[in-house]
């Protein structure tokens, strides 16, 4: 049987780079192949049809040709270009950080990804359409964790086990989820400050446990308060920023424009 020199795939870009003279190379995410690569050819061109279905958080139909190394891309058609994100310089931000996030935490042709594709392009889609955005940011995250096998542990001690009482508890990144009172005070005091521990307000925590275990539509029931959102907000940047072993772009960014 002979190999197929082209293919279809749904993709989100990502981000794309100047390549060569006149061409570009787009990082995307793809419902059929997970994060890949493509060529567009003389991109960059005032000509170039192709050009305005490729700018990053766009939803595309692609067309590819297999090259030497790296597909080119032969034709585009936009599905979703989320327009409202690129009017408001908040929203961009926000759209910008789930893309980061997908972008860091995944790699070249991975296998199928439908599920991580569908989360991405339906919370672009809840920003888009002016959604609550700490909401779907933050069911965003916790759903990514899930996909990724991060899962934090939110309703027994992620250090011994017990289960979370009613009360303020503590949260550790390097344990990977809520430590009892009773652990943060254990006579090992090397083992708790390995597990640097921060503090978590119980009503913060029922929210996270809310999003991890409801749909959307259960989820956009939440009334947070600005210090819960403040709160949960922090916490899960950290805890991603913990994962990455690196600072996260554009949270910073986003906290200098609501200054």
Known sequence: MREA??????AVVLRHVDYGEADRLLTLFTRQLGKSRAIVKGARKITSRKAGHLEPFTYVNLQLAKGREIPLVTQAETIDAYLPLRDDLVLTSQASYVIELVDRFTYDE???????????????SRLANRSEPWLAIRYYEMRLLDHLGFRPKLFECANCGSEIQAEDQFFSYAAGGVVCPASSKHEDLGRSERLQLRPITLEALRYLRHFQRSTYAEAARAR???????ETEVLM?????????RELKTPGFLRQIRR
């Open 5 to 10: 020199h082209s293919f279809g795939v749904e």
């Open 110 to 124: 991975g296998s199928d990804s439908t599920a991580i594709f569908r989360l991405l392009t339906e919370t672009l």
């Open 237 to 245: 940047q950290g805890f991603f920023t913990y994962l990455l072993e």
């Open 224 to 230: 947070p308060t600005p210090e819960v959102q403040q």
